[in-house]
């Protein structure tokens, strides 16, 4: 058999093409693995296996979730829940880790003061988000996704930045938030997709995810509808996730329509009991492909034990870059808090 040769890292030609390959997933998967001794969550494993997998792979998936009210008949921790389902079948897959998720996140000002949810401060999340990050780079994981599961999408990349912008270390920091990844999956009918609706929040599409990812944590007999509303023409701002390409995103305002306590207090934005698990197989399935193809495209570009290339992203000093890259613990290693802390 032929072996490709691998190139090496920052050297691969910028023309390489995405390709997608697809896979068969469990849908919806047999409970999940949170709890699991299955090789899956950092926090789960035995410290020694830990230390083993670095060696075969070194990439670490950061579910990023939320404790948010979703109507009656959802959970409050969906935005978890749905992100850390699809990632522990890919991580299975592709031999990355996980870390257990973070369960708490930042809200728009819409969200404010509805029971159920739990809102975090933005500076307290940034925060929290760039503490995990040194504490895995520390760990010796430096290749990074910040998988969102929740409406923060606008918070999350100031987290990267500010560690980048401070530490300034060569490593690979990605925020990916599920609904980017496939947008023309979130089609209404008028447009040959599955829905009725387009994308709100703990609506038909979302909860179609719900169920067709967590059904155990789901009760559809008491699913509510409600109406969404503003005060504006409709077209002007976007629904979830800028999925409409609006001129102005979803985050974008404040005062174009009600606050979700007022409006909404039942927790849904939409038709939840259009909720249907078939409407989101073929999405999630497009989704966990995606995410397969990122993480193995990661690896194929920073094989383990490779970083993007130092002198090509930072202007700390060579001896520096080398001490805070090295194996922890090893002979010349410094943590990368060395670099600085408070940060
Ligand atoms: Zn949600």
């Not at 009918?189 to 703990?202: C, L, N, S, V």
């Not at 559809?220 to 005060?231: E, F, K, L, Y």
Request: hydrophobic share 35%.
């Amino acid at each position: 058999m032929a072996t490709k040769k691998k190139p090496a890292a920052g050297k691969a030609p910028v023309t390489r093409k995405l390709t997608i390959k697809k896979h068969k997933w469990e849908l919806p998967p047999k409970g999940g693995k949170m709890e699991s001794p299955d090789p899956i969550y950092f926090q789960n494993m035995p410290y020694a296996r830990i230390e083993e997998r670095l060696k075969k792979n070194d990439l670490i998936i950061l579910p990023i979730g939320s404790t948010e009210a979703h109507g009656p008949n959802a959970c409050p921790g969906e935005d978890t829940f749905l992100v850390t389902r699809m990632a522990e079948q890919v991580a299975q897959k592709v031999g990355c880790t996980i870390a257990q998720p973070l369960w708490y996140g930042s809200h728009p000002f819409h969200h404010m003061g509805m029971p159920g949810t739990i809102l975090v401060p933005e500076e307290t999340f940034i925060g929290m988000l760039k503490a995990m990050m040194a504490g895995f780079w520390n760990t010796g994981f430096r290749k990074m996704i910040l998988l969102n599961g929740h409406g923060q999408e606008y918070v999350i990349p100031t987290a990267i930045h500010q560690f980048a912008k401070h530490f300034q270390v060569p490593g690979v920091f990605i925020n990916l938030n599920w609904y980017h990844a496939i947008p023309d999956e979130f089609n209404t009918k008028d447009k040959g997709g599955p829905y009725d609706t387009p994308f709100i929040h703990a609506d038909e599409v979302e909860t179609s995810w719900s169920l067709a990812l967590f059904p155990e944590f789901m009760d559809q007999s008491v699913a509510v509808d409600t109406v969404p509303r503003g005060w504006m023409p409709d077209g002007h701002i976007d629904k979830a996730g800028n999925l409409l390409r609006r001129p102005i995103a979803w985050y974008g305002q404040v005062g174009c329509g009600p606050v979700e306590i007022s409006a909404y207090p039942e927790g849904c934005v939409g038709k939840s009991t259009k909720a249907d698990p078939e409407k989101a197989y073929k999405g999630i399935s497009a989704f966990m492909d995606y995410l397969t193809a990122l993480c193995e495209d990661i690896m194929e570009a920073f094989p383990v034990g490779k970083l993007p290339p130092a002198d090509q992203l930072t202007q700390r000093s060579p001896e520096e870059i080398k001490a805070v890259t090295k194996k922890p613990l090893t002979k010349g290693w410094k943590s990368i808090y060395s670099l600085g802390y408070p940060f």
